[in-house]
C-alpha cells in the first residue's frame, strides 16, 4: 500500500550534479529541492559525483562508488539494496544494471538519439543499447517531461502508455521580467548591445544554429545577435561560418547560470531553432522573463510555448526570417507576445512538478 507522505526513504541517482549548469543538473537541483520542501518528513539518501554541488533540505549525499562499470552497475545497487529503501528515484533516466530492491522511477528527458545518431559524437554503445532501454523497461514508472517524449518512449521501446506519468519541468523564480533600471545596470555590467535578437544552447548539430544564422543575414535592418552556449561537439562548421559573419555577432562561450535571467529580459527575441528538444528550457525561461519567443516547430517545442510563441519550420531560413522581423518591427505584436508568454511560463512550476514526481513514486510503491 502506497504510504503517501509520510516518511518514505527516497534513494536518488544523483549523478546530474557533476554538472549542475547542464540540462539534467539543472533538473537534478529543482526537482530534488521542490521534493524536499513539497513532502519535509521524507529522507532523500542521494548518491552523486565528487565536487557535486547540492543544497537540499532533508538530504543527505553519499558518494557513487568511483569505477565506471563495476561501481555504478554492482557496487552502487549492492549499496542501495542495503539501505532498503522505499523506492529509487533516477533523474537521469537510468537504472543501475543490477537489481535495487525497491520501487523505481526514473524521468526520461528526450530519446533524440534514438531519432538521429548524426547529431552525437560516436560514443561507447552500452548506454544507448543497453543501460537506457533496460531502465526503461524495469521501472515501474517512467517519468516524461513532455507528450512529446512519451510518445516517442511508447513508440521506441514499446512500453505502456499507463506506465508513463508526464511532468513537464518548472521555471526557476529567478526568471521574471526586470524593471527599466534593472535592464540598464545589467545591459552596462554585461557589455550587451541595445538590439539583439538572443540564441541560448550548447553549440552542436542537434540546436540548429545554422538554420539561425541564415536567416539573421537575410534580415533587413537586423540587431546584433548574441549567442550564449559552450562548444558541444561537431561544432567546426559552425564555428567558421560564424567567425565570418562579422563583430555584430557575439559568443559568449561559458556565462554565470545567474546572468541568464538579465540576458534573457535584455533580448528583443529568442530564437531557439532545434531540431528535436525532450522539453526545451530556454524557451521556457525566455517567456517568464517577458521576452518573445520564436522556436522550430518540431518535437516538444509548440507542445511547450502552446500559442504564446511563434512555431516555424527549423529548416526554413526565410521563414525565420519573417518571423524575427515580425517580433523586431512590430512593437504591438510583441507586446502581446510577452504578455501571453508570461502567462504560459507561470502555468509551470517546480513545485507543481514535485507534486506530480511523488505522486508517480506513489504508484510505484503501491
Known amino acids: 500500500m502506497a504510504r503517501g507522505s509520510t516518511g518514505l526513504q527516497l534513494v536518488v541517482d544523483g549523478s546530474g550534479l557533476g554538472r549542475p549548469w547542464a540540462g539534467v543538473g539543472v533538473y537534478t537541483t529543482q526537482i530534488l529541492h521542490a521534493m524536499s520542501v513539497d513532502r519535509p518528513d521524507c529522507r532523500l539518501v542521494v548518491f552523486g559525483p565528487r565536487r557535486a554541488s547540492m543544497h537540499v533540505p532533508n538530504a543527505t549525499y553519499r558518494l557513487m562508488p568511483r569505477t565506471r562499470f563495476i561501481g555504478r552497475h554492482l557496487q552502487w545497487p549492492a549499496e542501495i539494496r542495503a539501505l532498503k529503501p522505499d523506492a529509487y528515484f533516477g533523474p537521469a533516466g537510468v537504472l543501475p544494471l543490477s537489481g535495487v530492491g525497491c520501487p523505481s522511477v526514473i524521468t526520461i528527458h528526450d530519446l533524440a538519439i534514438y531519432r538521429n545518431a548524426r547529431w552525437f559524437p560516436a560514443r561507447q554503445p552500452l548506454s544507448t543499447r543497453v543501460v537506457v532501454p533496460r531502465s526503461v523497461l524495469r521501472a515501474d514508472v517512467v517519468v516524461a517531461v513532455s507528450e512529446n517524449t512519451a510518445a516517442d518512449i511508447v513508440d521506441i521501446f514499446g512500453i505502456d502508455r499507463s506506465r508513463i506519468a508526464v511532468v513537464p519541468h518548472g521555471v526557476a523564480p529567478k526568471f521574471r521580467p526586470m524593471s527599466a533600471g534593472e535592464r540598464a545596470e545589467a545591459r552596462a555590467r554585461?557589455?550587451?548591445?541595445?538590439?539583439?535578437?538572443?540564441?541560448?544552447?550548447?553549440?552542436?548539430?542537434?540546436?540548429?544554429?545554422?538554420?539561425?544564422?541564415?536567416?539573421?543575414?537575410?534580415?533587413?535592418?537586423?540587431?546584433?545577435?548574441?549567442?550564449?552556449?559552450?562548444?558541444?561537439?561537431?561544432?567546426?562548421?559552425?564555428?567558421?561560418?560564424?567567425?565570418?559573419?562579422?563583430?555584430?555577432?557575439?559568443?559568449?562561450?561559458?556565462?554565470?547560470?545567474?546572468?541568464?535571467?538579465?540576458?534573457?529580459?535584455?533580448?528583443?527575441?529568442?530564437?531557439?531553432?532545434?531540431?528535436?528538444?525532450?522539453?526545451?528550457?530556454?524557451?521556457?525561461?525566455?517567456?517568464?522573463?517577458?521576452?518573445?519567443?520564436?522556436?522550430?516547430?518540431?518535437?516538444?517545442?509548440?507542445?511547450?510555448?502552446?500559442?504564446?510563441?511563434?512555431?516555424?519550420?527549423?529548416?526554413?531560413?526565410?521563414?525565420?526570417?519573417?518571423?524575427?522581423?515580425?517580433?523586431?518591427?512590430?512593437?504591438?505584436?510583441?507586446?502581446?507576445?510577452?504578455?501571453?508568454?508570461?502567462?504560459?511560463?507561470?502555468?509551470?512550476?517546480?513545485?507543481?512538478?514535485?507534486?506530480?514526481?511523488?505522486?508517480?513514486?506513489?504508484?510505484?510503491?503501491?
Open 190 to 366: 554585461l557589455k550587451l548591445p541595445e538590439r539583439f535578437i538572443l540564441f541560448v544552447g550548447t553549440v552542436e548539430p542537434r540546436k540548429n544554429l545554422d538554420t539561425l544564422l541564415d536567416a539573421w543575414v537575410l534580415m533587413r535592418d537586423r540587431p546584433d545577435l548574441v549567442v550564449v552556449g559552450s562548444w558541444g561537439w561537431r561544432y567546426e562548421q559552425i564555428r567558421e561560418k560564424m567567425s565570418r559573419l562579422g563583430p555584430r555577432l557575439h559568443h559568449l562561450d561559458s556565462v554565470e547560470p545567474d546572468q541568464l535571467p538579465a540576458i534573457y529580459n535584455l533580448a528583443r527575441v529568442v530564437a531557439h531553432p532545434a531540431w528535436y528538444e525532450g522539453f526545451g528550457l530556454p524557451p521556457l525561461e525566455a517567456m517568464a522573463c517577458g521576452t518573445p519567443v520564436v522556436v522550430s516547430d518540431r518535437s516538444s517545442l509548440p507542445e511547450v510555448v502552446a500559442d504564446a510563441g511563434i512555431a516555424v519550420p527549423p529548416d526554413d531560413p526565410e521563414a525565420w526570417r519573417k518571423a524575427l522581423e515580425r517580433v523586431i518591427e512590430d512593437t504591438d505584436f510583441a507586446a502581446g507576445m510577452r504578455h501571453r508568454g508570461i502567462l504560459r511560463a507561470a502555468q509551470f512550476s517546480w513545485a507543481r512538478a514535485a507534486r506530480q514526481t511523488w505522486r508517480a513514486i506513489d504508484d510505484a510503491i503501491t
